[in-house]
């Protein structure tokens, strides 16, 4: 049974250009997270999505968007990007039925911009 | 959602228990205590979780006294493997989950 996945593993962008971060939530699960964790910090929410859709969000900017497809994998895209956007991206998942806050996550990519 | 208070970092010694303090004085009544270990360059990992008195699993014990505005992560016997950042979370029915800056700890041999 695959835990969460994400791709790439690690990223180098430069300031401006536009990233999209992969993840694939573990079998079962429906529910999707993304956070941002810089480093020596705690991670950091910045939305969720189930059924397709963003359900909740944190304190990102739209610059930070997400799509959610059909087979309940999802995407992170993050346009324009800042030297302050360089971290650990998570991803986050759980059924609908567990509680909100026992959550598995994935690896992680390392997204770092010069 | 309630905020948390943890040690920023530990010190331990292989075969030790290890007691990390987390406080939680605006927890509100619905809300869980949730525990998550994470060590570098991967994703935080479930640990343990109460809503009061005690919790205990294969991986760890959870200590809540009765007024819940704190509780404690046990952590018995531990090893070098168990190096690595807890965080203590409080809330309830959010997939917002807030992370506070956690408890480093350093296990030696």
């Known amino acids: 049974d695959a835990g969460v996945t994400q791709s790439p593993t690690h990223l180098i962008k430069t300031r401006g250009q536009q990233v999209t971060l992969r993840c694939s939530p573990k079998s079962g699960h429906d529910t999707v997270s993304w956070y941002q964790q810089a480093l020596g910090q705690g991670p950091q929410f910045i939305f969720q999505?189930?059924?397709?859709?963003?359900?909740q969000r944190g304190n990102f900017p739209d610059r930070f968007s997400g799509h959610q497809f059909p087979n309940y994998s999802s995407e992170l895209n993050v346009n324009a990007l800042l030297l302050g956007d360089s971290a650990l991206y998570l991803c986050?998942?759980?059924?609908?039925?567990?509680?909100?806050?026992?959550?598995?996550f994935g690896p992680g990519t390392r997204l770092t911009v010069l | 959602l309630a905020k948390t208070t943890q040690p920023i970092s530990m010190d331990s010694y292989e075969g030790q228990e290890v007691n990390i303090t987390c406080s939680h004085n605006n927890i509100a009544t619905n809300d869980y205590i949730t525990w998550y270990q994470q060590f570098p360059s991967q994703g935080p990992r479930f640990i343990i979780q109460?809503?009061?008195t005690k919790v205990t699993n294969e991986v760890a014990s959870l200590f809540i006294p009765a007024d819940r505005k704190s509780s404690t992560l046990s952590l018995p016997r531990v090893s070098l493997s168990d190096t690595a950042v807890y965080y203590c979370l409080v809330g309830s029915y959010t997939d917002k989950l807030i992370f506070g800056t956690g408890t480093r700890l350093q296990v030696f041999p």
């Open positions: 109460g809503y009061k």
């Open positions: 986050a998942s759980r059924t609908r039925t567990t509680r909100t806050d026992t959550q598995y």
């Open positions: 999505y189930y059924e397709e859709e963003e359900r």
